[in-house]
């Protein structure tokens, strides 16, 4: 497949120390897929003048000279850091968000930073980050937190559940493993809730929740070995009520975090959250949202 051919890898970028940051993340992935890399900034034109009668009458909006050369000297940042790589630019007038949900249509993978959200606006709108990964048609590569090295040594944790979502996310993680050579720990946090209605004691209703959750991990670790011969993988079991708060502690000496999505999210997962939304917000490394109905990533070499 060419490089015109090939589905890129997208990366937002907007001038902010965590979208260079991205940015760099970006160019390694794109590098490891043997992919292009495409640069996009989103940017939502000023309405100084106010809006004309008709408004598609005029010159379309355009980006300041700035924010051209922010676009212009990323791209040559990462070419001379990564000269193999195919670098474009792109700048759209529909806001980072709208632009990257779009050219997720035609990605490998979309490469998004993470700000902290301090403002109430952000906590209710969400961020880009947050946008992008409950919207995106493709996988999303959230990088936090923003002075995350590329090349970081920790594990690649794999959160699984079971569900077809969760494979997805072994799949992702297996594929991220081999990329970068580095152990991939199996993840699964299972929890054992008090029945009333039920005869059996807890202490009986918590073993059987802890040996099926073995028996998860166990058979997610020999499928991926046998898909992925030679990987190294190990099994993880976490016992906790919360998930996301389980996986957000194990991601502390983590490379990268990946997990599923199931589809698109709408207001009750923007006011609710997700545990891969809470991860994206509150994980101590990148996190990959795998989707279970998406293109898949491409295979690693």
């Excluded at 970006?26 to 495409?38: D, K, N």
């Amino acid at each position: 497949m060419t490089a015109a051919a090939a589905r890129p890898v997208v990366a937002g970028v907007d001038g902010s120390p965590g979208s260079l940051t991205a940015a760099r993340h970006a160019a390694y992935a794109a590098a490891t897929r043997s992919l292009p890399l495409r640069l996009v900034h989103g940017f939502l034109p000023a309405l100084d003048h106010g809006l004309p009668e008709n408004p598609y009458d005029g010159d379309p909006p355009a980006p300041g000279q700035p924010e051209r050369r922010m676009l212009t000297d990323t791209a040559e940042r990462l070419r001379r850091e990564w000269p193999e790589l195919t670098v474009s630019t792109r700048q759209a007038p529909d806001g980072g968000a709208a632009t990257l949900i779009e050219e997720s249509r035609r990605a490998d993978l979309v490469v998004v930073g993470d700000r902290d959200r301090e403002r109430l606006g952000e906590l209710l709108l969400g961020s880009v980050a947050s946008q992008v990964t409950g919207h995106a048609h493709c996988p999303v590569l959230v990088v936090r937190p923003p002075d995350r090295p590329v090349d970081h040594p920790g594990p690649v944790i794999a959160g699984i559940d079971g569900s077809p979502a969760g494979d997805a996310a072994l799949i992702a993680a297996a594929h991220e493993s081999v990329r970068r050579s580095r152990l991939l720990v199996v993840a699964h946090v299972w929890w054992a809730a008090a029945v009333r209605e039920t005869r059996e004691t807890y202490a009986g209703i918590e073993a059987t929740a802890m040996a099926d959750a073995a028996e998860l991990v166990v058979a997610a670790v020999a499928n991926v070995q046998a898909r992925f011969p030679g990987i190294i993988a190990e099994e993880k079991l976490m016992r906790g009520p919360d998930p996301a708060r389980t996986l957000v502690e194990a991601s502390r000496e983590a490379g990268l975090l990946v997990v599923g999505a199931r589809g698109h999210g709408g207001l009750a997962e923007l006011l609710l959250g997700s545990v891969s939304q809470r991860l994206v917000q509150y994980a101590r490394c990148p996190v990959l949202v795998a989707r279970a109905q998406s293109a898949p990533l491409s295979p690693p070499g």
